[in-house]
């Protein structure tokens, strides 16, 4: 079997969650904005500082355990 560091994975899952998040392709981003008749720029201006706060905060924690 082949060993894997449990950093890469941490690493691997929070790039595909949080570009999850930013895709506009995201259907749930998509919908939710059109249901609350929100601009995709100004829905953009709070997820992006939480996702940098999230990967800050990963990385953070990465290096503490």
């Known amino acids: 079997m082949i060993q894997v ?3 890469y994975i941490t690493i691997g899952f929070l790039g595909g969650f ?3 998040m930013l895709s506009p392709a995201h ?4 919908m939710s904005s ?3 008749k929100a601009e ?3 829905v953009y201006k709070y997820t992006i500082p939480a996702s940098i706060l999230t990967a ?3 990385l ?6």
């Not at 259907?27 to 998509?30: E, I, K, N, Q, Y």
């Not at 953070?60 to 355990?65: G, R, S």
Request: glycine share 4%; charged share 10%.
């Open 56 to 58: 800050v905060t990963t």
């Open 34 to 36: 059109k249901y609350f």
């Open 60 to 65: 953070l924690l990465m290096m503490v355990f």
């Open 18 to 20: 949080i570009g999850a």
């Open 5 to 7: 560091d449990p950093n």
């Open 40 to 42: 995709l720029p100004r």
């Open 27 to 30: 259907a749930c981003l998509v």
